[in-house]
């Protein structure tokens, strides 16, 4: 107990420090997509190396075919458990920038919250495990229980290589439970501990149809055009009743249990509240499900960007030479990304009409997964939320995808603990992420009292 | 005759001055769609001006809401018939730029094409008939006619201000017949007097869903995403059988007659020809009707640009906020583009999903015309073009739409003449226009004769 106190010092102290090195961190525009921000990442993965090396934990930046892994490793004594921390130091792209209030790479305090591309996906949230563990070496001296770092670069771009690397490194990255914080709080001041992700599956298609763009006067109605393709195409993939219309797509999907509706429906959610924070008057959906049902544990289906012919001012009378579209689906546990792959391009294939080429090509994919609560750690991360938050976190569920989830459990069949300290409204994957500065900090306090607790079991 | 071999010798000698005159004017980038370029619209509207004083005929630069005008006038005889040259100085955005060879305004010759953006339409198959008045006033120092030039700087962008310039200067615009070169060939060495033009109604559509970009795992399937729905609302105009959906569309539509499509059948057309020029294997649209039915005398739609979402490297997991569309239907006569505003506007709002709002923008509209066959003028273009082509012309129609056409002939009455130096493959609305300069010299010469031919009625 005397370690502790001494730790809830030294994170009362360091406050200030910590957010200073998140900062550091955040400034580094980290974007894997993007293949011009490579010199970035690599600086991102060192800065996390130096970090390690500053509260002298042994660690390795290995590199991949795609970004670097660090591969941090703190062994005290092979009695205690061994707990694998997940995360990632790339970003999303941070465009559209014009409507970032702060620069995303700039990061800045607003009422309480930290603005900056990535601040709380994931470097913000991941970072909470480091800084615990400052506080724990800089105290006590040593961590209550044996702790490897897997932060990998290529998350926000499906983990290419990240399954090949856990394949080769079996037992290297042996360990008892996995601890990943990229998730949400169920709302604010509502800690949750997330035990279902659903899967994606990501694709781009390329029309090309006349050999370059034509006057659409003069070629109009006798010449196949691409851009109207892909909205046919497109439009065919979901019906107006939000289901998706490829053959054999729901073949793999488990029905909802009652018991499952019921967890989902028992949980505090104010609808009204969550059409106001996205900023719509009405929502839409497969039907015959609820919002939450719909978002964390149903398949959808989402056209992520589409471009094709005149983007300028004005009216220009042209018949596009090309159309492309990137479009991806959300999937739920059993579901073969692979599967829907073959049979998405043969749906597609099948409706093309005369004068028009398509290249097809299937981007990332990764199941979804829903991790069994009977799991003997979630006890420990009740514990250490309740300290770190002052509240018993909430169980649910999160609509996004962290392919590695699957991979740690399925293929290494170990315990996952997804324990968000995000907000819905912190605007990943858009302009003005955030995160809000007293949720990091508790976060820093959960993830301290964690190896604590993970000890004790 | 002694004058016309004078002319003869003067068109001759002065091939590369035309030329180079030419090029002067392709080299402003007046592009009227794009209000940056509105410094190059005056400058390409005084070159004009500049044009009409070297050869003394008073002109005059009238200033309108949007671009100016130029109104030149040759006054000999009233006893002489009257002719009006209708033209445009400005050009269609050359964008993508990427795509042309050389640069879209610094022309260049290559195979006896000169390339440029508006070489062909309308900078250079307009300039032929002031090239012509050249001839005649530096040689016999007068024209055989009355003749008027009508330059408007708005025709890409739907003559906007043209229609109620036209009606507030009817008087001083009276004349017996309207000349205008703004039309193709039916193919190389195939000289054609277009009969007939299609109409446009051109719209822009703005889809905006919720208030920023959203992640499309935690938010995909319960938010209604804008560009899923902009591919439903574009899919939905037109089927897969090139028929469009819109209520009461067809209901002003006229049947072919047995006689029209006779006369288009009759015209020399190689399909594969056509395919490859395009640049594809193969063709569609409306089903029923043959390439030239559909492209010339069937109402069409087009998609002429969408944009919506992520369009970087790679992938984005993005639920975007907004899409944006531009698209164009081209009608035929008594199709009223204010009545498909409305119903199309209907049609789309009665779709719309909750939680999206759409914006929308009818651009230009004007109704397709056919103009008849007995024209007296026609005898004396054929004649002309005989002498400049030394073949006869074909009579054709053209898929797009020169909106002031249906004015001059329904407003004003007045006899119209559609004469095309230009071809179907000179890229006129894509990167790399050009225009055969062999058809230039031709199309000046025709032009030096229709002055005479046209006197001679």
Chains 1, 2 share one sequence.
């Not at 079996?170 to 996995?178: G, H, P, Q, S």
Request: a negative charge; hydrophobic letters at 35%; proline letters at 6%.
């Amino acid at each position: 107990m005397e370690k502790l106190l001494q730790i809830e010092e030294y994170l009362e102290a360091n406050k200030e420090t910590f957010e200073s090195q998140l900062i550091e961190l955040l400034k580094i525009p980290s974007v894997s997509a993007d293949s011009s921000f490579k010199t970035s990442m690599l600086e991102a993965a060192n800065w996390i190396m130096h970090c390690f090396e500053a509260m002298k934990i042994p660690a390795e930046l290995i590199p991949t075919e795609g970004h670097p892994i660090v591969l941090a490793e703190y062994h005290r004594d092979d009695s205690l458990p061994t707990v694998l921390v997940y995360g990632h130091y790339d970003v999303q792209p941070a465009d559209p920038l014009d409507l970032w209030i702060s620069k995303p790479f700039e990061p800045t305090v607003r009422d309480g919250n930290l603005y900056a591309r990535g601040a709380t996906d994931d470097k913000g949230q991941m970072f909470t495990h480091l800084a615990s563990s400052q506080a724990w070496m800089n105290t006590v001296g040593e961590l209550p229980c044996n702790i490897k770092y897997l932060i990998e670069g290529e998350e926000e771009i499906g983990s290419a290589h990240l399954e090949d690397f856990i394949e080769a490194h079996r037992e290297r990255l042996k360990a008892d439970v996995v601890v990943i914080s990229d998730t949400c709080q169920l709302g604010p001041d509502q800690p949750a501990i997330t035990v279902g992700l659903r899967g994606i599956s990501y694709f781009e298609i390329f029309l090309q149809g006349p050999k370059q763009d034509l006057h659409s006067g003069s070629f109009g109605g006798a010449v196949t055009n691409p851009v109207n393709t892909l909205t046919q195409l497109l439009s065919s993939i979901i019906n107006k009743e939000g289901q998706v219309q490829i053959p054999g797509f729901y073949d793999a999907v488990e029905s909802l249990t009652e018991e499952e509706r019921e967890q989902f429906s028992g949980l505090p959610f104010d609808e009204e509240n969550f059409k106001e924070q996205v900023g719509v008057d009405g929502l839409s959906g497969e039907k015959g499900f609820t919002t939450n049902e719909r978002r964390w544990a149903r398949p959808s289906f989402d056209i992520n960007g589409v471009t094709g012919g005149y983007a300028g001012e004005g009216a220009k009378t042209v018949l596009p030479a090309k159309a492309n579209a990137k479009f991806s689906f959300r999937l739920v546990p059993k579901q073969d990304p692979k599967q829907i792959a073959i049979d998405l391009e043969k749906y597609l294939r099948d409706q093309l009409p005369p004068g028009i080429k398509m290249e097809f090509k299937a981007m990332h994919g990764s199941p979804g997964v829903v991790v069994p609560q009977t799991n003997p750690y979630l006890q420990a991360a009740v514990t250490a939320i309740e300290q770190g938050f002052g509240k018993t976190p909430y169980f649910i569920r999160e609509g996004g995808s962290i392919p590695v989830v699957t991979t740690f459990y399925e293929s290494l069949g170990l315990n996952t603990l997804l324990l968000g300290w995000g907000l819905n409204d912190d605007n990943t994957h858009s302009p003005n992420e955030k995160f809000h500065l007293a949720d990091f900090h508790r976060g820093i306090r959960s993830s301290a009292y964690l190896w604590q607790a993970i000890r004790e079991i």
